[in-house]
């Protein structure tokens, strides 16, 4: 799909009630009007993680999707939208990371050990501590499947809310770590 040409993206959507976007961007920027011009009647962001009121204020891994939320917005009379919030995928976790399960190409942080650790050889850089020197920092993991589950049933709601959350495991940071070197039978001084 060439998501620089307004009308090829109009002709693919006509006749589409719902799109699940899992592009980023000016691509996903360009979906959003070309949506709306087609009268889809609604539309998810790529925005697949966490609480987007949780993003820091110009966020570097942003990829215009709070101006896709901001267009949303703006388009509300138009268009129904959610925003999926699973936090993260165990996928991430997995030999290969995310890209062993072809997902996340376009985010920069899909490859093994690309987000806080990497299993195989236990490296991390792991936001365990807050500013607080508090350990009590969450990390909310989702499946990948469970994902596409949650976002199968939630086609066929009448209504959608601004938010559709689901959460698979909440955990310490600290501990997700101190599981994964015990099952490598690695010992970690707290």
């Not at 698979?168 to 015990?182: N, P």
Request: proline residues 3%; neutral net charge; glycine residues 6%.
């Amino acid at each position: 799909m060439d998501y620089d040409d307004l009308d090829s993206l109009k002709y693919s959507l006509r006749g589409i009630d719902t799109v699940i976007s899992t592009v980023t961007g000016a691509a996903q920027i360009e979906l959003i009007k070309a949506a709306v011009s087609v009268r889809v009647r609604r539309f998810a962001p790529a925005e697949f993680e966490g609480l987007s009121q949780l993003r820091p204020a110009n966020d570097p891994l942003d990829r215009n999707r709070s101006l896709a939320l901001h267009w949303l917005n703006h388009y509300s009379q138009f268009i129904q939208s959610t925003r999926f919030v699973c936090g993260i995928l165990y996928e991430r976790f997995q030999p290969g990371g995310l890209a062993r399960s072809a997902i996340g190409s376009t985010s920069g942080f899909y490859g093994e050990g690309d987000y806080i650790m990497n299993c195989r050889t236990m490296e991390a850089q792991v936001p365990a501590y807050d500013a607080d020197n508090n350990s009590q920092v969450a990390i909310c993991m989702t499946a990948a499947q469970d994902v596409g589950r949650f976002v199968t049933k939630a086609i066929d709601m009448k209504q959608w809310p601004a938010e559709l959350r689901m959460t698979g495991q909440r955990m310490f940071v600290k501990d997700l770590v101190a599981t994964v070197a015990r099952l490598k039978g690695m010992f970690i001084v707290d």
